[in-house]
C-alpha cells in the first residue's frame, strides 16, 4: 500500500534568506512521496525556482490566507502540509504526519512547534475558544493523540505545522482571505471540527520555528504593524463568537493586546510615540475587521490532480552525528558541510565543559547544530547546574531525538 501523497505549501514574502534555509531542510525530509509549492513574491521565486522539483506560484500580495489558498488550488496530493518560510521540519515530519492519517475518519493534524532555541515548545496540543483564546493540553509527547471539541472550544491548529485532507479543505472552501495575517488556520481548523471532522495531535511531527523579521514584528518579536492581528481578531470574533459575548471578546482582546504593547515598552523595545501609536492602531484594525461581515469561499480552478508518484530518494551514506571534543570544532563543522553537500543528513554534538543552556538550530548549510554545556540546560526543565559527562550530555541528547532527527538511530563518524 502506498503511503499518503502530500502536498506541502510553504508562503514567503520578504524573506528570502529563510526560504532558502526552509527548502534546503524540506530537501531533507525522509518521506517518499511528497510535492513542494512555494507560494512566493518576486525575491522569493527566484529562490524557490533555483531549487529543483519545486513548483513556484509567484504571488505578490500581502494575505496570507489568499497565497495558502492559490498553493492548495494547485496541489495534487491528498493531504496538504503548512508551514512557514522561517520554519524547518525535522526529516522524519511528513512520516509522522502521514501515521496520523491512517485513520481515514482523522480530517486533520498538526505537531510540536519548538521555539527560537529549538528546545522550547512554542505550540503543542491546544483547544481555542469562540473568541479566539488558546487553551493548552497537556499530552504524553510520545503517541498521536485524537484531540476531541469540548463545549464551545475545538482544536487549535497552527499554520507553521498542520496538514489536513485537500477535500476537506475544498469542502470547507479554504482559508478565509478576510483573515489577511493572523488566526487564518485557527479560523479554518475551527470550522472542520465544529463541522465533526476528527483531529489529531502528532507529538513526534516537529518543526522548528524561529519567527523570523516580518513588517509585523522585528527578529525579537517587537511589533512593528498590529493593524491585521486586529482586523483579524475582529473577523474571528464576528465569525464565532455569539453576539451575547462579541462586547466582552473585544475588551478583552484589545486589553491584552495593549499590555502586550505596554511590555515591550517597558523593557525597551519601543519607544513611547511609537507604542502610543500602535495602541491607536489596535483601534482602528479592530474596527476594520468588523467591516468584513461577507466571507468569500475560494474558486478553486480544477476539482481533480494527478498523482504524486513515490521518489526513489537519492542513496546516502546514512543520518550521520558527529561530535566535537577538544579543539577540533572547526574540523567538525567543516566535516559536517561537506557531507550534508554529498547527500547526507548530519546532526553536529557541539557541547562545551560550561553550564550554558543547550540550543538546536539548523544552519544555512544544512547541518543540525546542537550547542550548549554539559553542566547546562537542556531541557528548560531541567536544574541551572547538573554535574554529567560529555558522553552523557549527547546519550541524553540522542535518545530525545530518538525517532524525531531519524527514522533509525544516527551513525556516529569516528574523528579519533
Known amino acids: 500500500m502506498q503511503p499518503p501523497a502530500f502536498s506541502l505549501i510553504i508562503v514567503s514574502r520578504h524573506r528570502p534568506d529563510w526560504l532558502r534555509r526552509c527548502l534546503k531542510a524540506v530537501g531533507q525530509l525522509d518521506y517518499p512521496r511528497f510535492e513542494t509549492i512555494v507560494v512566493a513574491c518576486p525575491k ?48 522524519t515530519w511528513l512520516a509522522h504526519l502521514a501515521l496520523a492519517f491512517a485513520d481515514p475518519e482523522v480530517v486533520q493534524a498538526g505537531g510540536i512547534t519548538l521555539g527560537r532555541n529549538g528546545i522550547s515548545v512554542q505550540h503543542g496540543a491546544a483547544l481555542v475558544d469562540d473568541t479566539g483564546h488558546s487553551h493548552p493540553l497537556h499530552m504524553a509527547p510520545s503517541e498521536p493523540v485524537v484531540v476531541h471539541p469540548k463545549d464551545h472550544c475545538h482544536p487549535r491548529l497552527h499554520g507553521t505545522n498542520m496538514a489536513l485532507r485537500r477535500a476537506a479543505l475544498l469542502e470547507h472552501g479554504g482559508f478565509d482571505t478576510r483573515f489577511a495575517f493572523y488566526l487564518d488556520e485557527t479560523d479554518l481548523s475551527y ?29 525579537d518579536r517587537t511589533p ?23 462586547n466582552a471578546a473585544q475588551d478583552a482582546f484589545l486589553s491584552e493586546r495593549r499590555n502586550w504593547i505596554l511590555r515591550h515598552m517597558q523593557t525597551g523595545g519601543l519607544p513611547p510615540d511609537r507604542a502610543w501609536a500602535l495602541i491607536r492602531d489596535l483601534d482602528a484594525g479592530y474596527a476594520a475587521g468588523r467591516s468584513r461581515v461577507t466571507r468569500q469561499p475560494a474558486q478553486w480552478s480544477v476539482l481533480e490532480r494527478g498523482d ?47 553550564a550554558r543552556f543547550h540550543h538546536v538550530r539548523f544552519t544555512q548549510d544544512g547541518v543540525w547544530l546542537h550547542t550548549g554545556g554539559i553542566y547546562g540546560k537542556e531541557m528548560r526543565t531541567e536544574p541551572m ?32
Open 308 to 354: 504524486i508518484v513515490p521518489t526513489t530518494t537519492t542513496a546516502r551514506a546514512g543520518d550521520l552525528c558527529l561530535v566535537t571534543s577538544g579543539g577540533n570544532a572547526k574540523d567538525i563543522h567543516s566535516k559536517a558541510k561537506d557531507l550534508v553537500a554529498q547527500g547526507n543528513r548530519v546532526t553536529v554534538l557541539d557541547y562545551q565543559r560550561t
Open 385 to 416: 547546574f547538573r554535574k554529567s559527562s560529555k558522553e552523557e550530555r549527547w546519550r541524553q541528547t540522542l535518545d530525545r531525538l530518538a525517532g524525531i532527527r531519524s527514522i533509525d538511530p544516527l551513525n556516529f563518524v569516528d574523528e579519533t
Open 44 to 91: 522569493g521565486e527566484e529562490v524557490a525556482k533555483a531549487v529543483p522539483g519545486t513548483q513556484v506560484i509567484g504571488f505578490d500580495v500581502a494575505n496570507i490566507s489568499a497565497a495558502r489558498n492559490a498553493g492548495a488550488d494547485a496541489a495534487s496530493g491528498d493531504i496538504i502540509a503548512f508551514m512557514d518560510d522561517d520554519s524547518v521540519p525535522e526529516p
Open 191 to 219: 470550522r472542520i471540527s465544529r463541522a465533526g471532522g476528527k483531529t489529531v495531535f502528532q507529538p513526534k511531527a516537529v518543526v522548528h520555528h524561529s519567527s523570523g523579521a516580518s513588517r509585523f514584528r522585528q527578529a
Open 224 to 246: 512593528r504593524d498590529v493593524l491585521e492581528i486586529a482586523a483579524s481578531a475582529a473577523v474571528f470574533h464576528l465569525t464565532h463568537s455569539p453576539t451575547s459575548k462579541r
